[in-house]
């Protein structure tokens, strides 16, 4: 089976992973069966289902219409009706091993010999599951983040005896599903994203157990120093703190003291009232940002580190899949490989090794792979290598956050790829793009474009997750902005959906902007009680009106294409449909105009805005005169006389 033959799916369970999992496939065009085991259950899954649809139409975020969706979805109580025509079957029952053995034996019997049989268990063993079939090679984890509909990870999980083929297919029917599917290649316990949370919650646990810091100081520390989206206790009272107490009990790890007192208490979180915080009588959390002043950050993360290091080195998966999957699943500012890689692996691994000394516990010895890492000098970034190779001077720099190509005819198109975050520039991706710009060689461009991944975004902006534990001497943004406005070649913003913040200033930074009708354009920044710091107040107030620039600025909403053209903010305004044309049209003229006298109009017009008009025009003369001199002018003119298209080699 592969993923071309897969049509029909069945999704067994209509609660809140079922359903959610329907409406996934179905939206991605896939005829679904929903089955549970009463009627009513089904039913309530089926108006969720519409009730979801609906919403997302009204936000515009799907074009289909929910009735289409929902005409592809059938719903079925008898199983082995529901599984008879199914090609992938995605289980997603109550998680209990028993439970869950018995659907797969009735899947075995009842479902197509050759139809793949997927679990959604976030926490059970695969090899378990499949060893109630017949085939265990046909049987995948799939593990899907709650709510399917909004999260974009799944985790392709081998069992013991998973085919590849299998696990292959179920990897391609999440990519057509539109969602980010990553490996794991062996059936550990939490898979990568639990195995990897996991010690968040327990060091914070063991900290505040050892009188080291408080609960409120450990979450304020992690979200405004981190950027993590919630602190360890706050996450543990959201998600119950009797769950990880029962997965460390059933790992056979030891309990830190403050969970075995909330779990006696029975103060499990959010779902009882109360937890570290008290949600009943109390306003939930109550740290505020400075409360994580002098918190030992790193003492977590070394322990998130030394997790992820365990599962690369035991090849579960690789540090990219790692990344992604706590970047997507968890919502993790950055991926723990990428973050310890910038932070320097001896320190991670320094600091483990000073704790395994002190304490003796086993939580903190280093993982095989961390010590190799250091220990050959593949230390992170710094050293060109650790997690991620960074193109030392004998490889080719893997970059993380932008996605880049450069065509025979010198267009080097640069896409940001930060989907999960609608394509929010952090350091990274800006360090990325200058470090692209810079090390391509510039005889070999001819055009720049730059446009964003996940069809909602060109950039939402800076990413203000970073703003975390950033110092007011760091506010240094500029050289990333400038890096681009003074890129000696053409560069153009390809606008598809919203345009804010740093990324209306990356976008006015180019020298022209292209936008489909429904993108969106503006300076946020006053509402988080910021000025736009990336040249956007400056470069609007050159390019449009006075009026029209403050009002940008200060009133921070957003305005649509059509105005924006209409002011003079980008070029054109086009069509969704159109759009890829107009685009290439621009592009074309850039890539085979005259090199040399591109870079000189876009240097004397850059240049000359700031100048008087006779400064401006003796800039302007002198380019003129060097380009008298070119090869490229004798070429326009010869190929002016010769009625036919000029072929400029930029000599
Ligand atoms: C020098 C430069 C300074 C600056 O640029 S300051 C930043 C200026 N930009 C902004 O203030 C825009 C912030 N974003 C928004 O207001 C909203 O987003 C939108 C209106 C653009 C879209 O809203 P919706 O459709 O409801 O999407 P969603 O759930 O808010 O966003 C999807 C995910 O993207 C993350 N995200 C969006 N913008 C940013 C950002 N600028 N920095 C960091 N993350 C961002 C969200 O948090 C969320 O993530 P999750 O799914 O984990 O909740």
Same mark, same amino acid.
């Given at each position: 089976m592969d993923i071309d033959d897969i049509q029909h799916v069945t999704v067994l369970g209509a609660g809140s992973m079922g359903h959610g999992i329907t409406e996934v496939t179905a939206l991605a065009g896939y005829d679904v069966v929903m089955r549970d085991i009463e009627q009513e259950i089904v039913d309530d899954g089926y108006e969720s289902i519409r009730w979801s649809l609906d919403k997302l139409a009204e936000k515009g975020?799907?074009?289909?219409a929910p009735d289409d969706v929902m005409g592809r979805i059938t719903t079925a109580v008898d199983l082995e009706e529901a599984v008879a025509d199914a090609d992938l079957v995605i289980e997603a029952a109550p998680e209990q091993m028993s439970i869950k053995k018995d659907v797969f034996g009735d899947l075995a019997e009842y479902? $197509?010999?050759d139809a793949i049989l997927a679990s959604n268990t976030s926490s059970l063993s695969i090899t378990e599951i499949a060893s109630? @079939?017949?085939?265990?090679?046909?049987v995948v984890g799939m593990h899907y983040f709650n709510p399917p509909v909004k999260m974009d990870l799944v985790e392709v999980i081998y069992g013991t005896e998973t085919a590849d083929e299998t696990a292959e297919a179920a990897y391609a029917f999440v990519e057509s599903c539109e969602k980010t599917p990553i490996f794991v290649r062996k059936d550990v316990n939490g898979f990568v994203v639990n195995s990897v949370l996991g010690p968040f919650g327990d060091e914070a646990a063991w900290m505040v157990s050892d009188g080291e810091a408080t609960v409120e100081q450990a979450d304020a520390a992690m979200v405004?120093?981190?950027?993590? $989206?919630?602190g360890p206790f706050e996450l543990s009272d959201l998600t119950g703190i009797d769950i990880g107490y029962h997965v460390r009990k059933e790992a056979g790890k030891p309990i830190p003291p403050i969970v075995q007192e909330k779990v006696d208490a029975e103060e499990l979180g959010q779902k009882t009232g109360t937890? *570290?915080? %008290?949600y009943e009588d109390g306003e939930g959390t109550t740290y505020e940002?400075?409360?994580?002043?002098?918190?030992? @950050?790193l003492r977590i993360e070394a322990r998130m580190v030394n997790e992820a290091a365990k599962l690369v080195g035991n090849d579960v998966a690789t540090a990219e899949a790692i990344d992604t999957g706590m970047r997507? !699943?968890?919502?993790?500012?950055?991926?723990p490989c990428r973050r310890a890689d910038k932070e320097g692996l001896d320190s991670v691994l320094d600091k483990l090794r000073t704790l395994h000394e002190e304490t003796?516990? %086993?939580?903190?010895?280093?993982a095989d792979y961390l010590v190799d890492l250091v220990e050959s000098g593949k230390t992170g970034q710094d050293a060109g290598?650790?997690? *991620?190779?960074?193109?030392?001077? %004998?490889g080719e720099r893997e970059y993380h956050t932008i996605q880049h190509s450069l065509s025979e005819d010198g267009l080097l198109e640069i896409t940001l790829d930060r989907p999960e975050r609608l394509n929010a520039l952090n350091g990274d991706l800006m360090e990325e793009v200058m470090h692209l710009l810079d090390t @391509?060689?510039?005889?070999?461009?001819?055009a720049v474009t730059f446009e964003g991944t996940?069809?909602?975004?060109f950039s939402a902006g800076a990413?203000? @997750?970073?703003?975390?534990?950033?110092? $007011?001497?760091?506010?240094?943004?500029t050289e990333f902005f400038e890096t681009v406005a003074n890129y000696p070649k053409p560069t153009l913003a390809k606008i598809d959906g919203y345009c804010l913040g740093g990324g209306n200033e990356l976008a006015l930074a180019c020298d022209l902007r292209i936008a489909t009708e429904d993108s969106e354009f503006g300076f946020p920044e006053i509402n988080l009680g910021?000025?736009?710091? !990336?040249g956007g107040t400056q470069r609007a107030i050159r390019m449009l009106s006075d009026a029209r620039a403050k009002e940008l600025v200060f009133r921070g909403h957003r305005i649509d294409a059509e105005l924006a053209e209409e002011w003079g903010l980008i070029n054109r305004a086009v069509d969704d449909d159109e759009f890829d044309d107009v685009v290439a049209e621009y592009v074309d003229d850039l890539v085979t105009g005259p090199p040399i006298a591109l870079e000189k109009a876009k240097r004397v017009m850059n240049a000359g805005r700031d100048q008087d008009l006779s400064a401006g025009l003796e800039l302007e003369a002198q380019a003129f005169g060097l380009l008298l001199g070119t090869e490229d002018m004798q070429e326009g003119a010869a190929a002016f006389m010769e009625d036919r298209e000029a072929e400029f080699e930029g000599r």
């Open positions: 975020l799907v074009e289909q479902a $197509p010999a109630a @079939t017949d085939d265990p090679s046909r405004h120093q981190r950027g993590y $989206p919630m937890g *570290y915080y %008290d940002p400075g409360d994580g002043e002098g918190f030992d @950050t997507l !699943g968890a919502g993790f500012p950055e991926g003796g516990a %086993d939580r903190y010895e280093p290598e650790g997690f *991620y190779s960074y193109g030392g001077s %004998d @391509t060689p510039t005889d070999d461009v001819r996940g069809g909602r975004a990413d203000i @997750t970073g703003f975390a534990g950033i110092e $007011p001497h760091e506010k240094g943004v910021l000025i736009p710091g !990336g």
